[in-house]
């Protein structure tokens, strides 16, 4: 698998395979794309920073075979894209042609066509697939930093900061930092990491990348962005240059993932309501309150939580206002008041 290959792979991994979504290498090298049109979607009752985790039923449509359903188990959707996700929408999926069952959302989408634009890195650019993720503005121009040696950490540390992942462009012979940024503009990049031999901006010096991952047990856990792996782009060559595109997303409402309770867990507190805290954002509403990793919230402004699935839109009903949060924290109970940040328009 080529460098970008391998980021798209990580990332995905960190956003997707984590809940049954990713696409494998295998998958990746020897899967045929397709378009797939929604047949149906349900809610797992997983959540992502008040975004729900769905499941989807799709028909795969190959150019070579019959059209065939198969089932995405789960796939983070953003709680403002959920109708771009309804029946008859249409996405880019990768399958198996020896097992069709394997199939995974395809982040690249169809081939590129050769041709040249005079950008190697406008060419070279294979998008990321956020799922309706909501984005702050743009600036003027992007920043650009010089990824550092850990480029796994380096995806961690701007997911755990609030940026996600447009796409990225391999390039070969092409040092020179403003294509780059071009195409970082053009796409409506907040920020541009790259990696490889890189000449500076005319005037100023290419500064490395200043994020860095939360420590495990800052603030809990890591922050829900978490991505996990090997580093990227330890394989490229002396004259090989990766750019990498980063938006800046709005904040979440709340901020944690949360799953509902398993079967020993409701065996062990002797209940059914409630939701586990995965993971908790940096800098988020809920960090800023002291929800940790682990706890277990059975009410939130009083109300109890029987179905997780419904979750979200209380969140979202609440944005905005300071709500009492009811915890269990090692089986003990615990309230506190979280400042929930407004809904993004």
């Known amino acids: 698998m080529g460098p970008l290959g391998a980021l798209s792979a990580l990332v995905l991994s960190g956003c ?3 809940f049954g979504g990713g696409m494998s290498d295998e ?7 397709a378009p797939a049109d929604v047949l149906e979607i349900w809610d797992t009752g997983w959540t992502i920073n008040d975004n729900p985790v769905i499941g ?3 028909r795969v449509r190959p150019a ?5 359903e198969a089932t995405i188990e789960k796939t983070t959707v953003s709680r403002i894209a959920v109708p771009q996700f309804q029946p008859g929408a249409r996405l880019w999926v990768r399958f198996d042609p020896d097992d069709p069952r394997l199939v995974a959302v395809d982040p690249e989408g169809p081939s590129r066509p050769a041709a040249s634009s005079g950008n190697p890195y406008r060419d070279g650019f294979v998008g990321s697939t956020n799922v309706g993720a909501s984005f702050l503005p743009p600036p003027a121009a992007p920043a650009v930093y010089l990824g550092t040696a850990d480029s796994a950490a380096d995806v961690q540390a701007l997911y755990e900061n609030d940026y996600a992942l447009l796409g990225a462009s391999s390039a070969s012979g092409a040092p020179d930092v403003g294509p780059a940024l071009e195409h970082g503009r053009e796409v409506g990049a907040a920020l541009v990491v790259v990696y490889g031999r890189f000449l500076p901006p005319a005037g100023r010096a290419l500064d490395v990348l200043p994020y860095r991952p939360r420590p495990a047990g800052a603030g809990g856990e890591q922050g829900s962005g978490a991505v996990r792996g090997a580093a990227l782009f330890s394989n490229l ?5 990766v750019a990498s595109y980063w938006g800046k997303t709005r904040p979440a409402i ?5 799953r509902p309770l398993d079967g020993e867990e409701q065996a062990r507190l002797g209940r059914r309501d409630g939701i586990v805290v995965e993971g908790v954002s940096s800098r988020s509403p809920a960090e800023a309150a002291g929800i940790q990793a682990g706890d277990v919230v059975v009410a939130v402004d009083g109300r109890p939580l029987p179905d997780a699935r419904e979750v979200p839109a209380l969140i979202t009903s609440l944005a905005g206002r300071k709500v009492r949060f009811d915890l269990l924290r090692g089986g003990r109970p615990l309230s506190v008041d979280v400042s929930l940040h407004p809904a993004s328009p």
Do not use: N, W, Y
């Open 16 to 18: 997707l395979s984590t």
């Open 27 to 33: 998958l990746r090298e020897k899967g045929v794309s």
């Open 56 to 58: 989807m039923k799709v």
């Open 64 to 68: 070579d075979r019959p059209a065939f």
């Open 237 to 241: 060559g002396p004259d090989d240059q």
């Open 254 to 258: 709340l901020g944690i993932v949360s």
